[in-house]
């Protein structure tokens, strides 16, 4: 029996049989037990999240229900979502991020350091973890002595328990701190005069000048803490665990640094940290002889489509020298990943520093361990030695 279920843990260690099935058998599939539906081809996921008026983004792209309803980036359709991302747009640009690379290298470098003597790291939690949120806190104007903090409690957010269909405790005690936190540093930046130059100064400017709301501000906030840290964390982890799996690209890389931008998509496209998007049905929806109802939720598995042969020559395979810049990886649409330039930047600088100073490395297996959520993949431990 074909049977898909994201809140399995078993499941989270290798899903790509399983969505190959889907493929194959069930493109169109429903699960009885949550109550939802699954496009796992290409062309179906692409369709999906180009069509925001038949998959809409405005209850949530995950498979719970909204507990409460926030205005953010991706919990929107248009006009609402044209109105929030124009307003951030511009920042996220290669142009707007080119003079922060020399920071994210600076900070590479700090965070491999202390390792190089004793040819062990592990490269999530001594260094994956840490840059992106740090790189993050700098974009909003957060102190660095608050970035662990922050980290953890993104972490939580995106927690699942293993067949628990909705967010923990946990997770909501974890949002309501973060909410906390941005409303603390809020009024602290109304009670000093001290101006700031960072993402936060430009939403409240926008905020008095009644273009958005507080909650909007919230919003943005909110979403940027969580797709800043998990996303690129993950990416960083998976590249080094694939290289490690496929030593005959990890050389092929090595002897030709310039592959490394196509290393990264073809990691993002064959690994990449975002399983899957939700949308929720504004009408009823026929497809492979199926009919999906009105208000279904619909999951869109991202990382299933990228591996569709369909689309993907050989898809199963990972092949540094494919440059699949027409992956799902980053999602697509209007709500393509606002933040992939920074994803990539951020990815190849992190790259470039550990293969120049660690050289060769292998992964510990026996000490991996992996995050566990429907929507990201990735790990939490990617032990190295080198």
């Known amino acids: 029996m074909l049977e898909y279920d994201p809140y399995d843990y078993k499941f989270h260690d290798d899903p790509y049989p399983v969505y190959r099935r889907l493929r194959d058998h069930a493109p169109a599939y ?15 996921c692409q369709h999906a999240v180009r069509d925001f008026k038949t998959f809409s983004s405005a209850q949530g792209t995950s498979l719970e229900e909204l507990k409460a309803q926030l205005p953010t980036l991706i919990n929107s359709d ?57 790189i993050i806190c700098k974009f909003l104007g957060f102190p660095r002595a608050d970035e662990d903090r ?27 701190k973060l909410f906390e936190y941005f409303n603390a540093d809020i009024a602290e930046r109304a009670r000093s005069a001290t101006s ?20 909007d501000v919230l919003g943005y906030i909110y979403i940027l803490s969580i797709a800043g840290n998990e996303t690129t964390t993950k990416l960083i982890g998976n590249i080094c665990y694939q290289l490690h799996k496929h030593p005959d690209q990890a050389e092929m890389l090595r002897q030709d640094m310039s592959l490394l931008p196509s290393a990264i998509e073809e990691t ?67 709500h ?41 993949r990735g790990f939490t431990h990617v032990p190295l030695r080198f």
Request: proline letters at 5%.
């Open 30 to 44: 429903h699960n009885e037990k949550y109550n939802f539906w699954a496009l796992s081809r290409y062309h179906d």
């Open 78 to 134: 248009p006009p609402v979502h044209t109105r929030l991302r124009h307003l951030i747009a511009g920042m996220f640009t290669p142009e707007k991020l080119a003079p922060l690379e020399i920071v994210v290298r600076d900070m590479a470098r700090e965070l491999l350091a202390p390792h190089l003597g004793t040819g062990r790291i592990d490269i999530i939690g001594d260094f994956a973890a840490k840059l992106p949120m740090a």
């Open 150 to 176: 922050l980290r953890a409690l993104t972490d939580q957010v995106v927690h699942r328990d293993e067949g628990v269909f909705e967010m923990p405790d946990e997770g909501m005690q974890a949002t309501i």
């Open 196 to 215: 700031r130059d960072d993402i936060v100064t430009t939403l409240l400017a926008a905020r008095d000048a009644g273009k958005i709301g507080h909650d």
């Open 268 to 334: 993002m496209r064959y690994d990449g940290p975002t399983q899957m998007m939700a949308r929720t049905t504004t009408r009823d929806v026929e497809l492979h002889g199926r009919t999906i109802p009105k208000g279904a939720k619909v999951a869109l598995l991202f990382t299933s489509a990228n591996r569709d042969e369909r689309k993907f020559a050989d898809g199963e395979s990972f092949d540094i020298r494919r440059d699949p810049r027409d992956h799902l990886g980053f999602g697509g649409g209007l």
């Open 336 to 376: 393509a990943c606002l933040g992939a330039a920074l994803a990539r930047m951020e990815a190849r600088v992190a790259m470039e520093e550990i293969l120049a100073v660690i050289g060769r490395f292998e992964v510990d297996e026996a000490g991996l361990a992996r995050m566990h959520s429907p929507n990201v």
